[in-house]
Structure formats: structure tokens, C-alpha cells
């Protein structure tokens, strides 16, 4: 056993028997027995008038069987006293008890251990000082095995269902094991209850290796020796629990084992396939079983707010918003596991355009807990919606706008004319969340900006006097994405007309700058906003030298077939509504590379006879040739060597 050691010297070994084997019982007057060959065998009872010597110990012998629980305690002692329980090997101390020698100390000594085999085991009792004392002897047993017995391993496990079991044993070192049949998603939780000693409670998965969950008691001042875990199946099968006293000594106790059913209304929704759709309002009642995930499919419109939020977990939450291509995260927040902190999650997205939007909700902890979750959506148009660019933003003068949103990642712009020296100053007020104002000239570029986040001092405003005559526009973003009601206050009074608004400026890049004659080829055109790098949508991508034509897609691609006929520039055009016209240029390159095998040398009068760049002369191409010749185009010696090139094809 753990904690044994070797017994030293060469004392003599009282024994006594326990059960079974003839010994004295009840009360009686033990002899004194100095030596192993002499002990005595005792069974359980009290003994008066033993007379322990001062100078050598006195030792008995006592039969026990395995899981049998033995105390041995003496009364009545002057003198400190010494108890051991030595192995059936005569050597190896199992358990040793002292008295307290100190002023008013109980002088008298007891122990308590669980045989782990049927054997005949020794005790050995003696005195700390050299005056003998008279004491009276207590021996006791106990069968420690419970109707469960024998379950101390995985082959011999006792099936458990839902409920309690009580009169349990731990018998010293024993483990006992239970067997609980599991469906996938049901939670188990399993606790001990009236445990003299710190337990431990571990779950093993179906494949009796894997230690799922793990529970210890508590041994600290006032702690709870019992021990409880809870976890949930992630497959239908036979779980394991092990339970075990950490101290390696006997206890009684309660099992208590509780299967409910997580399943809820919306399973099964553990992935984006099967993610419930939901509508704004509250869900209650929701669980989510251990590792698993739970999935939620909302509707929204472009701009239309969405939060969602947890209530009532019991396990440290974390809730995903993903797009609707199912892949790209785009909000993410968790419950709070400080002191005090709310383990519950929220968040919140705006987005620019329209689509089936998911939901993910997880126990960080991978422990399962029950939820309610709320879904709120909210409209963040305003009434100068679109404004999102230069084209469409709105004219303001002098005035205070109220009831303005930005919606997540959206641009709110609008049109401020202003003459040359005439200052305009702008403020943003009841700001709900992080914003930044930005003037910009009428070819894009920034005049100056300010926003609320970092170190300022909360506020948004600026001032700006103009150089010149012209169309300024005020940007509203939030550096975030994050959507945000404001105020917007413009102190302003601009004279002039608005004037033509300047057409944005694309940027074309081809995904090829080169191409060779007379060799089709798939040209990519990518078409973005030079300011913003958007895609440009709907702009008309051609070659007209080609007679080839396409259209770019929401990613601002366009793809055209092209086949030069002969080397050369191609400008490559763009036009797109609000854009001012755009192109680049194709090279078209002489494809002259012969092939290694060709039946002619390069630079002979058949290379520029092989028209398809194959090494070989055609018989189509030996009739031009020969027109050559005839008429009079082509001499005799280079006719020669295109049908000497044809001969050798």
C-alpha cells in the first residue's frame, strides 16, 4: 500500500487472528508475547490488563480477509503508546499510530487499515519511554464489501441507471467502477454524498482509456471531502465511472447518478445545414450538451441591425456571426469568467447587404448549460438613404440633422458647397458608438477629419475654410464597423451652385499584360475604385480592335477571350456609370518560337511557310508556296526548300 514502510530492527511481532481463527473474544487478560513465534492470536473484542514493558514490544497476530477493515486502539494508557500494523511478509509497516505525549495529550494510540488480501497480518505495540504502563486493548473488523462487490475494475463494472445508491464501500485502496448506458447528447452527472475521506470521481469514455471528466472533494478547512462531475455523450455507448478514496483510506458513501435529456426543441442545429431559422424575439428553454455547437439562420436586409445575445447560461458563453457564405466570421464575443462577471455574450452586426446571416453559440468550457437567446433587429436606414457615394450624397446647408445612422461598414456622405475663404464647421453629437468625420475635396482627397476613439476627448468636430470655389463632400464612418445613430450640426452657408459632380476614377489591372499572336487566351480585367479599392460592379470591360466584349461581376471581374491575329498594342477599354473612362493596354507579341523538332532550320525559306508553328509543312501550305512562285514572289531555290521541309513532314 502506498505510504508503507519497511518496519527496522529486530523487534519481536505480537499477533492476534481476527475471524475465524480461534482467539479470545470480548473481554479477557492478554499474555505477554515478545516474539513473532509466541504472538497470540486475538479476534475482535476488548482486552484488559495488558502490560506493555518499557524496554521491547509486545506484537499479536489477526487473520484478515481482503477489503476487511481492521481498528485497533488502546485505553487507559500512563505512558505514550505506539501501535503498528505490519504485512503478512513480518517487514512492511502498513499503518502507525502514536500517542500524544504532550501536557493533557491522550496517551493512547489507535489505527484503522483495509487488508487488500486474505492474510494473516501483525500489530506491534510498545511505549515511547522506558516505564512500562497497563492498558486495555480494542480490536475491531469490518466487511467492507457492498452488494455491488466485486466491481474494481472496467470488466467488472456495476451497472448504474438514474438515482441513488446507498451503503457503498471503498475498502483502503480499492477503486470501484460503475457502468451507465449513454445516448449521444444526454448529460450525466454523477456525486458522492457522506464520504469520511477526500474522493475522487473520474468518467471514462466507451473506450475505457479515454478520461473524459475528472472530480476531486475538497480538503481544505470546512471543504466538501465528496466529489461530483458532470459531462455529456458525444455518441451512444457504455461510460465509465471510477470512484476512489485519495487518502487510500475505507470510507462508506452515496452515489447519486442523474441522466437528463439536453436535447431541445430546435435539434438537431449543429451545423450551418441544419442551423434553425429564427426571427426576432426571445428563445428560451435552449441547452446546449457539452462540445456541442448550436446554429441559427436570420434573415436580414442591408443595413438592418442585428444583436443577439445570451441569458441565463451557467457556463462561460460565445456567440459568431458568420456571412452568408458560411465561412467569413464577422462578429465574435464571449461571457466574462472574472469575479462578478457576466458569463453570458452579445453582439452585434449592420450589414451592407441582404442575405441569410448564421449564429453560432458555444460553451467555451465545453460543459453544458441551458440558455435563453434573444434576437433584436433593427432598420439603420435614414431618410438620406443611399448616401453611401459622392453621386448620391445629399446637399446640406446650415442646420442641425438629427436621427442619422451609419450602419456598420456603410459611408454616409454628403454634399457641402462652399466658396472660396468661407469656413464651414462640423460637430457630431449624441454619438452612439465610435465615428469619424472626414471633408474631402471633389477629386477624393482628404481636407481634414476627427473621430471619438484613442485618446481624444470623445467628441467629433473640426473646421475647415475653403481655397476655392467648389464641391466638398463630409464623410461619416466608424472605424469599428460598428453601426452608430448621430447628430450631425453644420454651421455653413454656401452661395454657389453645386456643381457637375467629378466622376470617380477606376483602376484597371489585367491579369496578363502580354500575349502572343494567334494563340487564344483568357484575359482577366479587374476593375476597382481607385480611392476606396472597391469593386467596380456593371462596368463594361472591351477590346474593340477584337471585337470582344464582357461585363464585370460584384467582385469588379470581367473575363475576355481574346485572339490577336497579328502583334501590336490593343487598348483594353472601361466605362462604368459615375467613373470616368479607363483602359490598359494588351501586347500582343510575333509567336515565332519553332518547335525543337522541326524538319527546317529557323531562318529558312520554310519557316515562313509554317503558319501553325508545328515544325511541319502542310500540303496547304506547299500550295502557298508554290502560288508564290508562279507568281514570280518566290524563287526556285526557296520553293525547293519548302518541299524539301514537306517531303521530310
Given at each position: 500500500?502506498?505510504?508503507?514502510?519497511?518496519?527496522l530492527g529486530?523487534i519481536?511481532i505480537?499477533a492476534f487472528?481476527v475471524?475465524?481463527?480461534?482467539?479470545v473474544?470480548?473481554s479477557?487478560?492478554?499474555?505477554?508475547?515478545?516474539?513473532?513465534?509466541s504472538?497470540?492470536?486475538v479476534?475482535d473484542?476488548?482486552?484488559?490488563?495488558v502490560?506493555?514493558?518499557?524496554?521491547e514490544s509486545?506484537?499479536?497476530e489477526?487473520?484478515?480477509?481482503?477489503?476487511?477493515?481492521?481498528?485497533?486502539?488502546?485505553?487507559?494508557?500512563d505512558e505514550?503508546?505506539s501501535?503498528?500494523?505490519?504485512?503478512p511478509?513480518q517487514?512492511e509497516?502498513?499503518?502507525?499510530?502514536?500517542?500524544?505525549?504532550?501536557f493533557?495529550?491522550?496517551?493512547?494510540?489507535?489505527l484503522?487499515?483495509?487488508a487488500?488480501?486474505?492474510?494473516?497480518?501483525?500489530?506491534?505495540?510498545?511505549?515511547?519511554?522506558?516505564?512500562?504502563?497497563n492498558v486495555?486493548l480494542s480490536?475491531?473488523?469490518?466487511d467492507?464489501t457492498?452488494r455491488?462487490?466485486?466491481?474494481d475494475?472496467?470488466?467488472?463494472a456495476?451497472?448504474l441507471?438514474d438515482?441513488?445508491?446507498?451503503n457503498l464501500?471503498?475498502a483502503?485502496?480499492?477503486v470501484?467502477?460503475?457502468?451507465v448506458?449513454l445516448n449521444?447528447?444526454?448529460?450525466?452527472?454523477?456525486?458522492t454524498d457522506?464520504?469520511s475521506e477526500?474522493?475522487?470521481v473520474?468518467l471514462?469514455a466507451p473506450?475505457?482509456?479515454?478520461q473524459l471528466?475528472?472530480?476531486?472533494?475538497?480538503?481544505s478547512?470546512?471543504?466538501?471531502?465528496d466529489?461530483?462531475l458532470?459531462?455529456?455523450?458525444?455518441e451512444?455507448?457504455?461510460?465509465y465511472v471510477?470512484?476512489?478514496?485519495?487518502?487510500?483510506?475505507s470510507t462508506?458513501?452515496?452515489l447519486?447518478?442523474q441522466?437528463p435529456n439536453?436535447?431541445?426543441q430546435y435539434?438537431?442545429?449543429?451545423g450551418f445545414?441544419?442551423a434553425?431559422?429564427?426571427?426576432?424575439?426571445?428563445y428560451?428553454?435552449?441547452?446546449?450538451a457539452?462540445?456541442e455547437?448550436?446554429?441559427y439562420?436570420?434573415?436580414?436586409?442591408?443595413?438592418e441591425?442585428?444583436?443577439?445575445?445570451t441569458s441565463?447560461?451557467?457556463?462561460q458563453?460565445q456567440?459568431r456571426?458568420?456571412?452568408p457564405d458560411q465561412?467569413?466570421?464577422?462578429?465574435?464575443?464571449?461571457?466574462?469568467t472574472?469575479f462578478g462577471g457576466d458569463l453570458?455574450a452579445?453582439?452585434?452586426?449592420t450589414?451592407?447587404?441582404?442575405?441569410?446571416?448564421?449564429?453560432?453559440?458555444?460553451?467555451l468550457s465545453?460543459?453544458?448549460?441551458?440558455?435563453s437567446?434573444?434576437?433584436?433587429?433593427?432598420?439603420?436606414?435614414?431618410?438620406?438613404?443611399?448616401?453611401?457615394?459622392?453621386a448620391?450624397?445629399?446637399?446640406l446647408?446650415?442646420g442641425?440633422?438629427?436621427d442619422?445612422?451609419v450602419a456598420g461598414?456603410?459611408?454616409?456622405?454628403y454634399?457641402?458647397?462652399?466658396?472660396a475663404s468661407q469656413?464651414?464647421?462640423?460637430?457630431l453629437?449624441?454619438?452612439?458608438?465610435?465615428l469619424e468625420?472626414?471633408?474631402?475635396?471633389?477629386?477624393?482627397?482628404?481636407?481634414?477629419?476627427?473621430d471619438?476613439?484613442?485618446?481624444g476627448?470623445g467628441?467629433?468636430?473640426?473646421?475647415?475654410?475653403?481655397?476655392?470655389?467648389?464641391?466638398y463632400?463630409l464623410?461619416?464612418?466608424?472605424?469599428s464597423?460598428?453601426?452608430?445613430g448621430y447628430?450631425?450640426?453644420?454651421?455653413s452657408n454656401?452661395t454657389?451652385?453645386r456643381?457637375p459632380?467629378?466622376?470617380s476614377?477606376?483602376?484597371?489591372?489585367?491579369s496578363?499584360?502580354?500575349?502572343n499572336?494567334s494563340?487564344?487566351?483568357?484575359l482577366t480585367v479587374?476593375?476597382?475604385d481607385a480611392?476606396?479599392?472597391?469593386?467596380v460592379?456593371g462596368?463594361?470591360?472591351?477590346?474593340?480592335?477584337l471585337?470582344?466584349s464582357?461585363t464585370?461581376d460584384a467582385?469588379?471581374?470581367a473575363?475576355?477571350s481574346?485572339?490577336?491575329?497579328?502583334?501590336?498594342d490593343?487598348p483594353v477599354?472601361?466605362?462604368?456609370?459615375g467613373?470616368?473612362?479607363?483602359s490598359a493596354?494588351?501586347?500582343?507579341?510575333?509567336?515565332d518560337?519553332?518547335?525543337?523538332?522541326?524538319?527546317?532550320d529557323?531562318?529558312s525559306a520554310?519557316a515562313?511557310?509554317?503558319n501553325?508553328?508545328?515544325?511541319?509543312?502542310s500540303?496547304?501550305e506547299?500550295?502557298?508556296?508554290?502560288?508564290?512562285y508562279?507568281?514570280?514572289?518566290?524563287?526556285?531555290?526557296?520553293?525547293?526548300?519548302?518541299?524539301?521541309?514537306?517531303?521530310?513532314?
Open positions: 500500500m502506498n505510504g508503507r514502510v519497511l518496519l529486530t519481536g505480537l487472528v475471524g475465524g481463527v480461534a482467539g473474544g470480548g479477557a487478560t492478554l499474555v505477554d508475547h515478545n516474539n513473532v513465534s504472538a497470540q492470536p479476534s473484542g476488548n482486552y484488559s490488563g502490560d506493555v514493558p518499557g524496554t509486545l506484537y499479536y489477526i487473520d484478515l480477509n481482503a477489503s476487511e477493515q481492521v481498528t485497533v486502539s488502546t485505553t487507559g494508557a505514550v503508546i501501535l503498528t500494523l505490519i504485512g511478509d517487514v509497516q502498513l499503518r502507525r499510530s502514536t500517542g500524544d505525549g504532550g493533557g495529550g491522550d496517551r493512547d494510540a489507535s484503522t487499515d483495509t487488500n488480501q486474505d492474510a494473516t497480518f501483525y500489530v506491534e505495540v510498545g511505549t515511547t519511554s522506558d516505564s512500562g504502563t486495555s480490536v475491531e473488523t469490518v467492507l457492498d455491488f462487490e466485486p466491481n475494475d472496467f470488466e467488472s456495476a451497472p441507471s438515482g441513488e445508491a446507498t464501500e471503498l483502503g485502496e480499492e470501484d467502477y460503475y457502468a448506458q449521444e447528447s444526454e448529460q450525466l452527472s454523477v456525486s457522506g464520504a477526500q474522493m475522487r473520474r471514462f473506450d475505457r482509456v479515454t471528466r475528472a472530480g476531486s472533494g475538497d480538503t478547512f470546512g471543504g466538501d471531502l466529489a461530483s458532470t459531462d455529456t455523450a458525444e451512444d455507448g457504455t461510460y471510477e470512484v476512489d478514496s485519495l487518502s487510500d483510506r462508506g458513501y452515496s447519486s447518478v441522466t439536453l436535447t431541445d435539434e438537431p442545429n449543429d445545414a441544419s434553425t431559422n429564427l426571427t426576432r424575439g426571445q428560451s428553454d435552449l441547452e446546449l457539452g462540445e455547437l448550436d446554429y439562420a436570420v434573415q436580414l436586409n442591408a443595413s441591425q442585428l444583436t443577439v445575445s441565463g447560461a451557467s457556463e458563453m456567440v456571426l458568420f456571412a465561412i467569413t466570421e464577422l462578429r465574435s464575443a464571449s461571457g466574462d472574472s453570458d452579445s453582439t452585434a452586426y450589414p451592407l447587404e441582404s442575405g441569410t446571416y448564421y449564429v453560432e453559440v458555444d460553451s465545453d460543459r453544458s448549460t441551458g440558455y437567446l434573444s434576437v433584436q433587429t433593427v432598420d439603420r436606414t435614414d431618410q438620406y438613404e443611399p448616401n453611401d457615394e459622392f448620391t450624397a445629399p446637399l446647408t446650415r442641425r440633422y438629427s442619422l445612422d461598414a456603410e459611408r454616409d456622405y454634399f457641402v458647397p462652399l466658396n469656413q464651414v464647421d462640423v460637430s453629437e449624441e454619438t452612439g458608438g465610435d468625420a472626414t471633408l474631402y475635396a471633389s477629386n477624393g482627397s482628404v481636407l481634414t477629419r476627427d471619438n476613439t484613442g485618446f476627448d467628441s467629433v468636430s473640426f473646421s475647415y475654410t475653403a481655397r476655392a470655389d467648389g464641391n463632400y464623410g461619416i464612418t466608424s472605424p464597423n460598428r453601426s452608430a447628430r450631425l450640426v453644420l454651421n454656401g454657389v451652385e456643381l459632380t467629378v466622376p476614377r477606376a483602376d484597371v489591372s489585367l496578363t499584360s502580354t500575349v499572336a494563340e487564344p487566351t483568357d479587374t476593375v476597382t480611392r476606396s479599392g472597391d469593386a460592379e462596368a463594361t470591360v472591351s477590346v474593340s480592335d471585337g470582344v464582357a464585370t467582385s469588379g471581374v473575363t475576355l481574346v485572339d490577336a491575329p497579328s502583334p501590336g490593343y477599354s472601361v466605362s462604368a456609370d467613373y470616368a473612362d479607363a493596354t494588351l501586347t500582343v507579341e510575333s509567336n518560337q519553332i518547335p525543337s523538332d522541326a524538319v527546317y529557323a531562318g520554310a515562313a511557310f509554317d501553325d508553328r508545328n515544325g511541319k509543312i500540303i496547304s506547299l500550295a502557298t508556296a508554290a502560288s508564290d508562279a507568281a514570280g514572289d518566290l524563287s526556285i531555290t526557296a520553293l525547293g526548300s519548302v518541299a524539301n521541309a514537306f517531303a521530310a513532314s
